[in-house]
Structure formats: C-alpha cells, structure tokens
C-alpha cells in the first residue's frame, strides 16, 4: 500500500524565520509528487515535482525531489504570518489512478 | 477564491433528509472528484469522474450519489446519512485524471448531519 509520512505534524516559529517540511514516501511505480497549502478551506496547489534534484521556486517556497531517497522538501524564507496553514504532500503512482496523501504538517507563524 | 465554485458552503442536515451539493468548474478541466476531509485529517478521495464517466468509487456507501450531468458540473446527492459523515466535502478538478495534471479545490461545503 501506498505510503506518505510528513514531518514535523506540527511547527512553531517566529516571523522571519525560515523553514523545511519534509515529506517522505514509499509508492510503486511513482509518476509525480505535489505540495498543497490549505489554510481554512480549499487546498491550493503549490508545486508539482516529478524529476529529482530539480528546484522548483515560487516567491519565498521553493521544493525539491530525491527519487533515490524518496522525500521531499518544501522550503520557505522569510516567513509571514500568512504562511500559517496545513502543508500538504499528496503522491501519484503510475496505474494507482489517485492521490495518496499525507497528514499534513500544520505551520504557525507567530508576528 | 478558488475556480472550482462549490454550493452550499455550509449544510445542516437530519437523518432523515436529502440533499445536494453542487459542484461548478469552467476551466475546461475534463476531471472532477469527490473528496472527504474530516478534522485534521487529509482529504479522502470518494469519486472520480473522467470524461463525465465514473472511474473511481473508493467502497463509499451508497447515501452518496455522485452525478456528472456534463463536464462543467459534479453533484454529489445525500440520502440518509448518518452523524458520522459530518464533514468537510471538497471538490476538485483537474485537466485530465492525474497524469501530471494538478488538482484544483474548491473551499467546500461543511457538513453537519444532525
């Protein structure tokens, strides 16, 4: 069975700070690999990666695949207070046909 | 706010009752799923409809209906269900199914069956 692990499931730190999220997995057959914030309702898609060592960035978040190690990384700089929310790593497998999540990681950003 | 419009956001509802959310996406996304999120907990996928064919139906019981009427629209009908369903429904949409092609949520209806 397909497996996502998070860590930490859950993180403190002041703004300014910056932070990692990891994200490790055991799938057959892995196709891709995505990161979700959810803040109170809708997640929203961050990154898809499917090659390793390839950096994906948008702004202060950035992320990055080790298909050898199998996990994932998501970054984020100089934090604000509207980073706070749930980070999500979802994984899709060739011929599993959904999404695997994990439990998330829930990041508060204190001012 | 998200591309994917879903209604109502929030439902109260007896046992007895029966109901509809509803689900809109105009992105010309030929993908649409059902997800369960309950509280700190990561969402559940229920359906997926491809090509407004059901592809996946992930053992939900039947007090849930999905229907596709076209490629824009994805309902999910309520039919007796029991406390424990209260949660948040999510809708999603992608350009295909999966296959590189990334999920879009709405912001959900929140559930509470009474």
């Known amino acids: 069975e397909d497996k996502v692990v998070q860590s930490p499931l859950s993180l403190v730190v002041h703004e300014g700070d910056t932070v990692t999220l990891n994200c490790s997995y055991e799938v057959t057959n892995f196709r891709s690999l995505l990161w979700y914030k959810q803040e109170k309702k809708a997640p929203t898609f961050l990154f898809m990666l499917t090659s390793s060592g390839i950096e994906k960035k948008s702004g202060r978040l950035s992320s990055i695949l080790d298909k050898k190690e199998l996990f994932s990384i998501l970054n984020i700089t100089a934090t604000q207070t509207g980073d706070s929310a749930v980070y999500l790593c979802?994984?899709?497998?060739?011929?599993?046909?959904?999404?695997?999540f994990g439990t998330g990681t829930r990041l508060t950003i204190i001012p | 706010d998200t591309e994917v419009t879903q209604t109502p956001k929030h439902l109260v509802m007896g046992m007895t009752n029966k109901k509809s959310l509803k689900c809109e996406q105009h992105?010309?996304?030929?993908?649409m799923y059902w997800y369960k999120q309950k509280a700190k907990k990561p969402p559940e996928l229920m359906f997926v409809y491809s090509y407004e064919k059901l592809s996946i139906n992930e053992s939900v019981p039947s007090r849930f209906s999905p229907e596709c009427p076209n490629s824009s629209l994805l309902n999910l009908h309520l039919h007796a269900l029991q406390p424990e369903d209260s949660a948040l429904y999510l809708c999603a949409s992608s350009l295909r199914h999966l296959r590189d092609s990334p999920l879009h949520f709405g912001n959900g209806t929140r559930l509470t069956v009474t």
């Open positions: 992105m010309g996304h030929r993908a």
């Open positions: 979802a994984v899709e497998a060739f011929g599993n046909e959904k999404l695997t």
